[in-house]
T-cell receptor, first 113, second 115 residues
Framework: DAKTTQPPSMDCAEGRAANLPCNHS???????VYWYRQIHSQGPQYIIH???NNETNEMASLIITEDRKSSTLILPHATLRDTAVYYC??????????????FGKGTLLTVNP | GAGVSQSPRYKVAKRGQDVALRCDPI?????LFWYQQALGQGPEFLTY????????KSGLPSDRFFAERPEGSVSTLKIQRTQQEDSAVYLC?????????????FGPGTRLTVT
């Protein structure tokens, strides 16, 4: 699986949008971009995933650049409960060991009141 | 509905003791995963089951680690002769299928401290 690069930490004011970047310059054509987050003392929680089109769900939006070498997770109105470590993961689409999630160190997002 | 549950939530073991960590996946989920998370690090893959078959155990750090899922539901991760470097949070996850389109649901983890 391709590796990802994320900033170690970010701050965001409550109520503002949080934009979390991820670089995955060696991503292959059949690899998806996944985002998980881990709130303190809990297990990771799935947020969203995409292949090449932008995606939106009730939690967040995922913007993937046209060359697919980077992506941004957007939390439109961050709350204190969004304080967590956010992991960007690149995952093979089919075959091989696509069942594995390969986590890096992620980005610690701190939402401030 | 109920999520993935793990027990115990916390375990303290003396070096050399054997421990068993239990995972109850979401009912009907075919795939089950174990991950190990050291302090300040992201989770690392240990092993994967599809129903009762252990299809990948490449992430198990040593032969002291053993996992089973005999009836395709509950799983147990056993660590024999625990060492201090085994101290970590052990996370279990389940998924309805192995396809990339199916998300993994994680339990809260078991924090193991070896003294």
């Amino acid at each position: 699986d391709a590796k990802t690069t994320q900033p170690p930490s970010m701050d965001c004011a409550e109520g503002r949008a949080a934009n979390l970047p991820c670089n995955h310059s060696t991503i292959s054509g059949n690899e998806y971009v996944y985002w998980y987050r881990q709130i303190h003392s809990q297990g990771p929680q799935y947020i969203i995933h995409g292949l090449k089109n932008n995606e939106t769900n009730e939690m967040a939006s995922l913007i993937i650049t046209e060359d697919r070498k980077s992506s941004t997770l957007i939390l439109p109105h961050a709350t204190l409960r969004d304080t967590a470590v956010y992991y960007c993961i690149v995952r093979v689409g089919y075959g091989g060991s696509n069942y594995k999630l390969t986590f890096g160190k992620g980005t610690l997002l701190t939402v401030n009141p | 509905g109920a999520g993935v549950s793990q027990s115990p939530r916390y375990k303290v073991a003396k070096r050399g003791q054997d421990v068993a960590l239990r995972c109850d996946p979401i009912s009907g989920h075919v795939s089950l995963f174990w991950y190990q998370q050291a302090l300040g690090q992201g989770p690392e893959f240990l092993t994967y089951f599809q129903n009762e078959a252990q299809l990948d155990k490449s992430g198990l750090p040593s032969d002291r680690f053993f996992a089973e899922r005999p009836e395709g539901s509950v799983s147990t991760l056993k660590i024999q002769r625990t060492q201090q470097e085994d101290s970590a949070v052990y996370l279990c996850a389940s998924s309805i299928q192995r396809s990339e389109t199916y998300e993994q649901y994680f339990g809260p983890g078991t924090r193991l401290t070896v003294t």
